[in-house]
């Protein structure tokens, strides 16, 4: 199978092109896992380039491009996740920590008051 054209070629106008450099960033290569698919070497991550060029090119939208990949391959697939019912949990965990951690903190130094040799 020949490879993608837009695989590793950039496209011919400089603001598609930048417009389809800034998506891609933002995307997870799949197979790799640890680079975007603007990074990765990966035969996957180049088809996903050449699919979001050719989508750029012929004038559709970035957001529907993520869109239309977090459909096929899932949220994961997104650096950018965005807030459902079933993501909320994760970004509300590190709030909730936060808070907790901040709650033993003050009971700690409350009861470090409050003994018997300690100040105040």
């Known amino acids: 199978m020949p490879p993608a054209p837009y695989a590793y070629r950039q496209l011919e106008d400089p603001a598609q092109e930048?417009?389809?450099q800034a998506l891609m960033e933002t995307l997870r290569c799949l197979k790799c896992q640890s680079q975007s698919i603007?990074?990765?070497d990966a035969s996957m991550a180049g088809d996903m380039r050449n699919q979001v060029r050719l989508r750029i090119k012929?004038?559709?939208d970035p957001e529907a491009i993520r869109?239309?990949?977090?459909?096929?391959?899932?949220?994961?697939v997104s650096y950018k996740p965005?807030?459902?019912?079933?993501?909320w949990p994760l970004f509300a965990a590190p709030?909730?920590?936060l808070v907790i951690a901040l709650l033993l903190?003050?009971?700690r130094f409350r009861r470090a008051r409050t003994l018997p040799g300690g100040e105040g």
């Open 95 to 97: 709030l909730a920590l």
């Open 18 to 20: 930048a417009e389809a």
């Open 82 to 87: 965005e807030l459902t019912a079933l993501t």
């Open 105 to 107: 903190v003050r009971r």
């Open 58 to 60: 012929a004038g559709e």
């Open 67 to 76: 869109t239309w990949l977090v459909d096929r391959y899932g949220e994961y």
């Open 38 to 40: 603007a990074d990765s």
